[in-house]
């Protein structure tokens, strides 16, 4: 089962569901980049999870570590 599109062919949900939580990331990454504390954690999980994105513990634990309120903000990312 899908979803219908222009073309008359269907979109397997799975595609949908996968194109939607890819946006979600950038969305999250974006908001995390320019300093929005919560986005960061879940940047972070999303990383370690490989939720919506390939997962990679190092940039994970990069974001979790930025999220933490003593972090200096100067440290490079991976």
Known sequence: MGIPTDSGKRVRWKIVV?????RWFEEYLHAAQEGDHEMMLLVGAMYNTGYGVQKDPAKGKYWLDRARPNHQSHKNQP
């Open 18 to 22: 996968e194109n939607c939580v890819k």
